[in-house]
């Protein structure tokens, strides 16, 4: 257990991607007599409200040091599925991002393959934390019953900051645009004093 708990992110230990593995691991946890929260995300560029999240996921029952927070992870290619995008970060950097944040018990990828709620299914969390804006979120009366059979309670947490991924995404595409609009300016401006002063040169013969 010290893998988890201990110091470092200790990456190799932390993660997994075979359900069965995180499974025995959970049951484990169990046995020493540890409550389990689980949480997903992407967690693309990590922002303060990321880290937020994962605060309030982790001290959610009131006894963080009673509880084991785990986090799922969106791949790459389900991240492409589902926004239509490529991440900025690449799935194994982000991965070990997040082993370094020290609310983070362990992490698991999650796959495109995956059924839905496949993850829910193998961790069966005494509490399944959501934000308000995901897609897990269940909708519907049949979503919360079938939902319910698989974890305690689910408990919804609003955006822990005013910042996204999105915004910040937005943001450097503007940054980028704005500065490729002031080379061009530049170039021109070059250019036209360039011929200006081929113009007034030239006197003819």
Not at 98 to 121: A, G, M, N, P, T
Not at 187 to 197: A, G, L, P, S
Request: aromatic letters at 6%; glycine letters at 6%; a negative charge.
């Amino acid at each position: 257990m010290n893998d988890i708990f201990g110091p470092g992110s200790n990456v190799g230990k932390r993660v997994f991607r075979d359900h069965n593995e995180l499974q025995k691991q959970i049951e484990a946890c169990r046995v020493l007599g540890f409550k389990i929260v689980l949480t997903s995300g992407t967690f693309d560029l990590l922002h303060i409200g990321h880290c937020r999240y994962l605060e309030q996921a982790k001290g959610i029952l009131g006894a963080p040091d009673q509880t084991v927070l785990v986090v799922g992870i969106d791949s790459d290619e389900k991240v492409h599925a589902r926004k239509d995008r490529n991440t900025l970060v690449a799935e194994d950097e982000r991965i070990e991002i997040v082993c370094h944040q020290r609310h983070v018990d362990l992490v698991f990828l999650k796959q495109f393959s995956d059924e839905r709620w496949e993850l829910i299914k193998t961790v069966t969390p005494d509490v399944l934390v959501v934000s308000e804006t995901t897609k897990e979120q269940p909708h519907t009366a049949e979503e919360q019953t079938e939902l319910a059979a698989f974890c305690g309670e689910v408990r919804v947490l609003p955006a822990q900051a005013t910042t996204s991924t999105t915004a910040r995404i937005r943001l450097l595409l503007i940054g980028r645009t704005e500065l490729l609009e002031e080379k061009v300016e530049a170039f021109y401006r070059d250019m036209k004093d360039f011929f200006d002063k081929l113009k007034g040169g030239n006197h003819g013969p």
